[in-house]
């Protein structure tokens, strides 16, 4: 979990809006999922070897955009102290990586089109729930 700064999220649950902009956010990045899960030891066991990488320093920016509901579900499970209201919805995101002699930046605008899944969710459990 990486903490953040509290102006970096706006949210209007109501509205199924919300947005997500962090600048300059110094990250390592582990170069593949195998990797990160392994802490840069790699997988060495067939039939999926990836030998080891290790993690580099790198900034990210990000601008994520959730815009408007398009459908709801309700979840109220009593029995194992979870419930919420999520909102399905559309959503953007532009990005940004650089490390020592690499860059990247994605789409800008980014494609709406491209999104497959976005969620926006209020929920209450564990200590923090009540029937």
């Not at 700064?5 to 990045?29: C, K, T």
């Not at 940004?96 to 709406?112: I, R, T, V, W």
């Amino acid at each position: 979990m990486i903490a953040v700064d509290h102006d970096a999220v706006e949210v209007d649950f109501d509205s199924g809006r919300a947005r997500l902009r962090l600048r300059g956010l110094e990250v390592f990045d582990d170069h593949d999922i195998a990797n990160s899960l392994t802490l840069g030891i790699g997988i060495p066991e067939p039939p999926f070897s990836q030998p080891g990488v290790p993690p580099v320093r790198a900034k990210i920016s990000v601008d994520v955009e959730w815009n408007g509901a398009l459908s709801m579900a309700a979840i109220d499970n009593q029995d194992q102290h979870f419930k919420g209201t999520f909102l399905s919805t559309d959503a953007t995101i532009v990005w940004s990586s650089e490390q020592d002699g690499f860059h990247f930046e994605s789409d800008n605008p980014a494609d709406p089109k491209a999104n497959l899944v976005s969620v926006l969710g209020r929920e209450k459990n564990g200590v923090f729930f009540s029937g």
